[in-house]
Every structure is written in C-alpha cells, then in structure tokens.
C-alpha cells in the first residue's frame, strides 16, 4: 500500500474533518507513502450549512497535494472523479464519512474507483446515524457502504451501528488521535492576553460549532447555577452558531448570565485556537449526544482536563475522576462537576492525568490500523 488518495474534505475547506484528512495525510507520509487529498469543489448546499462560509481563511497546508475535483450534488462529476481514480490506480482509497447526504456521491465515486480491479477502499466513519437525522439517511448510508472493503469506526458506538447495518464489513474501532496540528500549547496568561480576558478570572471553554446536539444551552443554564454564579468564573464560548442565534441570545438575557460570558462566535483561525485553550482551567463538552468529538482531542494536546456528558462514545476519551469528570446530561450535573474541580483544587491532579494518557490517542496507531484493515481479510 505505497499510494494512497484520501477522499475527504480538505483545505480550503474548513473545520475538524478537514484539518483531521490534512494530519492524517502528513502521518502517512511520514511513513513514506505517496498521498494526494481529493476534496470538494462544493461540499454542502446552502440548506444544509447555516454558517457564514465553508471556506477558511487560514494558508494552505505546506506539503499536501490537494485536487479539488468533488461536486457533491452533480452525478456527472461523481462519474468524471470515479473514472479519474480508476485510471489512476491508487493501492488505497481512505475515504472519510460523517453525513448520509455524502452516501450517493461517495457510493457512485467508489463503485466507478474500484472498477480497475486493484484499488482498496477503507472508510473512516465519524457518524453512521446522524445527530439530526433527516428521511433517506439510511439509504444513502447503505449505498455509500457497499463498495468499502472495510471500516475504521471512530467510537465504540459507530463500531456498533457499523456491525448492525454492514455485518459483513470488517470494522475496528480506533480512538481519534490527538489533534497535534493547532501549535504549541503557551502559557495561560499568555493566552489570557492575548484573548484581551481579565487575568483575575478563571475560564471554562466550550469550543466549536454550536448546534444543538452539542448541549451550550445546558452549559449556560449551569452558569446561572449559585455555585457557579458567585465564583470568580468566567465561560469562553468560542464558536460559531449553526442556526438558532436568537434562542441562546434570549436565554442568556433570561438567566442574566451575560456578564459571565466570553462570547467569541465567529469562525476561530487555526492560529488562535492554542489561545483560547491556553486561557482556560477546564473544556466542557455538554452534548446531548455524540459518537466521538475531535475537541477532546484537541484538548488533549493543550493538556486540558475535560468535563464531558455520558453519552456515546465521549466516556472512551476520558476516565471519571481522572482525565476529567463524566456527568449526566443535566445542568445541575454541568455544574456540580465545575464547582467540585475547584473545591478540591483538583486542576494539577486532573492535567497531570491528561498529559499521562494521551500518547494512546497517537497518529502512528491510526496509520497502522488502517494499513492493516486495508489488506483482505481472511
């Protein structure tokens, strides 16, 4: 397996499977195969992307060769790019999926790929089922798995929904590696000043994309908690909205929580991102559901303990009581769990944990999972 193309969203395009696809290039490469990252000219239609753009302004990649060939709702071009890998011939296709919109693109792309008898195909699967699932998502999963010889899972939950619809896939699960590509971590006052944030206070961080399964109304309902309220605590929401602005605008003025708040809800550049982790004590991942989170592994990386909700494939990241805290879908939990890390002054205790486990989440272990589940399997 010396050449390798990775059908996945890249640079311009922006956000954690783009950045994700652009690492996992590079750790290739470092194992000297010969890679190229084939992207999409367009990837979402409007209707299914609320934010402000799909583009980033942040510099190419240095090394990457990246095309940007895939249309994702034009058949013809899915025909043009399948046809173009066919003759192409790579030993393997790594082809990430986390939408089912992505299924009849991706599906037909693979199909016309493999047709020159030699080409591999491995699917690297974020979400099988969706967070806000939508009529046909099962179809379109179904057809996009057919021609995948077989699939890396990012959660223990996705293993499992991979095994139910595709029993005959092989599938391994194999944690998200810890996201190394933001930098090195700086000091927190460095962070603090740079963020222009009082250095008298402590910071919480909820980072990324806000949309509803990731729970930020649950995180402010546990600010306005009195154990919270009157600590010296301040939240870093640093992310863009997808949808629904005005609802968590109206429930901050209600729970008159504005004063507690850092609200940064624009599109982060990758450059800022170690400032925003560096300025705070504690990440907080307050979802309603998830099957895995590259924030924790971002976090990983800035050695930042984590308090996370017990749901989907969150509670394979971090240990209760040590990398951080696993707590209920509730704001009264949220809030229990941050009031009970600063009573016991349990911040050295919980990072030292954090730097001591994250070498199991390593790029060189991702590699070597997929080279081997690349190979037929007896």
Known sequence: MNTITILSPAHPLRGGIAAYSERLAKAFMDEGKTVDIV????????????????????????????????????????????????????????????????????????RLAKGNGHTRVVAVVDNLIPHES?????????????????????????????????????????PHPVYDN????????????????????????????????????????????????????????AGEYYGKREYYEDLIERLQIAHQLVLRTDFIPLETV??????????????????????????????????????????????DGKEGYLVEVSPEAIATAIAEVYDKDELPALTAAVMARKHQFSWENMVAGILEMAHPQP
Request: proline share 8%; charged share 20%; hydrophobic share 45%.
């Open 39 to 110: 992207s999409f000219s367009l990837q979402y239609p409007g209707f299914l992307f609320p934010g402000t753009t799909q583009f980033s302004s942040d510099p190419a990649p240095e090394g990457l060769r990246i095309r940007t060939w895939v249309n994702s709702v034009n058949p013809l071009n899915w025909i043009k790019v399948g046809l173009r890998l066919r003759a192409e011939k790579p030993d393997l296709i790594i082809v990430r999926y986390w939408l089912p919109f992505m299924g009849p693109c991706l599906g037909t792309i693979l």
């Open 134 to 174: 939508r009529p046909g998502d099962r179809w379109f999963t179904r057809y996009f798995i057919k021609p995948v010889d077989a699939c890396v899972a990012m959660s223990a939950a996705v293993e499992r929904d991979i095994r139910a619809m595709a029993p005959e896939k092989p599938v391994r699960y194999i």
């Open 182 to 237: 933001y930098g090195a971590a700086v000091d927190q006052a460095v962070g603090k000043a740079h963020l222009h944030l009082d250095p008298d206070f402590s910071y919480l961080l909820f980072f990324g994309f806000i949309r509803d399964y990731k729970g930020l109304d649950l995180l402010l309902e546990a600010m306005a908690d009195p154990r919270i309220r009157e600590r010296p605590i301040r939240l870093i929401v």
């Open 274 to 319: 170690k400032y925003y982790f560096a300025a705070a004590d504690l990440v907080v991942q307050p979802y309603r559901s998830a099957t895995q989170s590259g924030i924790s592994q971002i976090a990983y990386h800035f050695n930042k303990p984590m308090i996370v909700t017990r749901v989907g494939g969150l509670p394979e990241i971090i240990e």
